[in-house]
């Protein structure tokens, strides 16, 4: 079954029924007997729940003051503040198209921020505020992180401020491409609900350390809506690197992703993405591709359109040698050995 993929609910319900025994009394009247394996009053009751509860309350209130509320023209969003200085990074879509932002704090206090850089590809972006007393975020390692992992997600969904939600972590190193065509870094998929509004935020771990950005949520074309459980966050390694970067000088200076140094366009068939630019100086134009030639697979992978050219990018190291597979406007194929150089920033 195909998904689509939509930038950031599902209801929890637990029913617990235990079993009625009625007796009759002398008046005729049934009475409902306790459950089985009630507790009676007085009976100690296992902890184990109540220091997972006392957890939670713990990372929420530790993490909570550092997660904020990002209003643009365009909508709502989430942010993480970084550091004390007023940096706070949150998705680049969120901020798309803007400059200038009202930042509102947990405390009720909002503040004018604006954009210190914003990096596409990797979905990230750092606005700046003038802020006194801000809570920076403690970032985890999320190279760390195991599938089954609790994570709990923590921002202003369709506008509620610091809502919180919860699951784990479902799966790593998930390839993922936007509607517009980015193919992200390897994200952190979890069962935790990522609402509108929730982009940009935090999702944290019992540790109440963040580990991740929560970005997109998954859509399901059979039914229409978000499809319940499947959610994506940039791992927090990535976000601290991007971010540090976007503090330091503006824009990405090594952004670690893998550059081809082409435009392309989707055959209609299927069968490749045509080159129909080449980037002076760049890897394809030094190993020799050509306006008109047509990349048909990338080491290996299969390529069919722009998005998944872009994911085979994503999943590979700068400074690799691989072969780029070509269809020439003559009809033969060859094989091109292509040395990928850094995606600029």
């Known amino acids: 079954m195909s998904r689509s993929i939509v930038h950031a609910g599902r209801y929890w319900l637990a029913a617990c029924l235990g079993a009625l025994t009625l007796a009759s009394c002398s008046g005729g009247v049934s009475v409902a007997q306790d459950p089985v394996g009630a507790p009676t009053p007085g009976q100690t009751i296992d902890s184990t729940a109540g220091d997972l509860e006392g957890n939670f309350i713990a990372v929420i209130n530790q993490v909570s003051p550092s997660v904020v509320v990002i209003q643009t023209e365009g909508g709502l969003g989430s942010g993480v503040v970084v550091d004390a200085h007023g ?36 979905d990230l972006a750092v606005i700046h505020i003038s802020a006194p007393e801000l809570r920076p975020a403690t970032f985890g390692d999320s190279d760390r992180l195991r599938v089954g992992s609790i994570a709990i997600a923590i921002g202003s969904p369709l506008g509620l401020q610091s809502s919180v939600t919860e699951g784990i972590v479902s799966a790593l190193g998930r390839e993922v491409t936007e509607p517009n065509g980015v193919a992200l870094p390897p994200l952190i998929q979890t069962s935790t609900d990522i609402n509108p509004g929730n982009s940009g935020g935090a999702l944290a771990d019992l540790r109440g350390e963040v580990i991740g950005i929560p970005t997109l949520a998954a859509q399901d074309p059979q039914v229409g809506g978000t499809a319940p459980g499947i959610g994506f966050a940039i791992p927090s390694n990535v976000a601290k690197d991007i971010a540090s970067q976007l503090i330091q000088d503006g824009r990405v200076t090594n952004s670690h992703r893998a550059y081809l140094g082409v435009q392309v366009a989707a ?44 994911s085979a990018l994503s999943s590979l190291q700068p400074g690799r040698s691989i072969p780029v597979q070509v269809i020439r406007p003559d009809g033969s194929r060859v094989s091109v050995q292509v040395t990928l150089d850094v995606l600029p920033g």
């Open 87 to 122: 940096n706070i990074v949150t998705n680049a879509h969120v901020v798309a198209g803007f400059s200038t932002f009202r930042v509102l704090l947990p405390t009720g206090k909002s503040y004018n921020g604006n954009l210190v850089g914003t990096f596409v590809p990797d």
């Open 267 to 310: 055959l209609a068939d299927g069968s490749g993405v045509a080159i129909y630019s080449l980037v002076p100086g760049g890897p394809a134009e030094d190993a020799d591709l050509k306006v008109g030639d047509v990349i048909s697979a990338i080491d290996g992978r299969v390529v069919s359109d722009q998005p998944a050219l872009a």
